[in-house]
């Protein structure tokens, strides 16, 4: 029988692929209401946040027990089909659009918090459940998930495994994966595996940091046990205006320096603020070519003695203007303009394209200043929102995709940042993944050597190559591709930071 690996195609075990031998065996595994193969059923799920990337699959399957995904797992394997899994479809970097002729595997049905332990501070959910309504389960007992995507109404926490997500808050209580004790998975076997537990640390290698991130490519979560932390009796933000992104970045680099560890610092420039001020009136300063948000939480003598310090910290660095929150629904207000920068995005833009670099701190008045002469390469807007404690950057390219021409350019515009990120010494991806947005850059981050050692450990999860394919890890043959796209004088080119 072919593989995966050497066709490219799924392939049944009686030989040539069948579309409908698969929706055959999946109605004859499931009830009917489980089996979507029509293409008026299957459209919604052709791509996830990322629409740049569509793509139907043979039909989606929407299991509502961890028998029924046992079975899925096995006929996908029997029959070498390629299977996809998908949470709420919120993800930005085409990891969950569904493969031609495979299956997306939907979770959305397990959407139960099993326990809640207040006493140990863990809680037991299934995959389907929203990264806020854990919080919104827990909150009876003064806790709380920290992670906090922008898209945490609809984001499920089976999503939020599968990308290491973070969230304005990830500087100080971590991502997905500093708050994940233990992992209930399938195989593509078929097979249960538990991974972590419920103590600090769990025996025998550390393979829970190694799935969490993996975008779906090694296993399908069926149960996830969290971590909770204690609602802080005080939180408040500073919210400082600054005339140039070079002292805003300083004012990041000089906090920090200053031993002081945010519960969150976010960085919006200028174009940012005057996008989402319009939309949220957060009460943003217009004038400010950088504004930062600093919070800080704990007792509120902690809380007094921090954020007095962060006010003199940014003073120092140049700000222009300091404004600490006076009351719990003037912070929330100052975070939602953050939180909503990209639906504001969409006030302004028939489309926006978010990209998710990371880079060293030090870098972040360079590397904005590089994005803004490179608005004037590719004839596109581009506004900056980012978590600045940690370098992440969350540049949103403006374009419209009814211009052929426009998607092109953005494409080209977030390879571009993406590239910078790594010159620089950072990364191509800090929590949106790589999907099939940032394929090509792995070519440039890693060597071959490289690709191949993350190769072998997806094969030591899933052998047949049937979880999430043709995503993350760049083939030889693609990364030959590209390096001839960027060749120039016998060396790679890419964006020459000197000018910056």
Known sequence: MNTLADTGLAVSSQGAFSAKAVIDALCALLPAHCVLFRE????????????????????????????????????????????????????????????????LLGMSKFNRVKH??????????????????????????GLYYAPDPSSQIACTIGGNVAENSGGVHCLKYGLTVHNVLRVRMVTIEGEIVELGGGAPDAAGLDLLSVFVGSEGMLGIVTEVTVKLVPKPLCAQVVMASFPSVESAGNAVAQIIAAGIIPAGLEMMDRRAVHMVEPFVKAG?????????????????????????????????????????????????????????????????????YCMDGTIPRRHLGRVLNAIEQMED?????CANVFHAGDGNLHPLILFDSNKPEEIERADKFGAAILELCVQVGGTVTGEHGVGMEKINQMCVQFSRDELDAFLAVKRAFDPPLLLNPEKVIPTLARCAEYGKMHVHGGEMRFPDLSRF
């Open 377 to 381: 390469e590719f004839g596109l807007r």
């Open 40 to 103: 008026e059923d299957t459209r919604p799920y052709e791509c996830d946040g990322l629409s740049l990337y569509r793509c139907l699959p043979v039909a989606v399957v929407l299991p509502e027990s961890e028998p029924q995904v046992q079975d899925v797992m096995r006929l996908c394997k029997r029959m070498n089909v390629p299977l996809v899994a998908r949470g709420a479809g919120t993800g930005l970097s085409g990891g969950a659009m569904p493969h031609a002729r495979g299956v």
């Open 284 to 352: 943003y300063d217009l004038d400010a070519q950088a504004l930062l948000l600093c919070e800080s939480d704990g007792t509120p003598e902690e809380v007094a003695h921090e954020i007095a310090r962060i006010e003199a910290v940014c003073r120092q660095a140049g700000a222009t203007r300091c404004q600490v929150s006076g009351s719990e629904a003037e912070r929330l207000r100052f975070w939602a303009g953050r939180k909503n920068a990209f639906p504001a995005a969409g006030r302004v833009s028939p489309d926006y």
């Open 116 to 141: 809640i332990d207040p006493a140990a501070c863990t809680a037991v959910v299934e995959p389907g459940v929203r990264n806020l309504a854990v919080s919104e389960a827990v909150a009876m007992h």
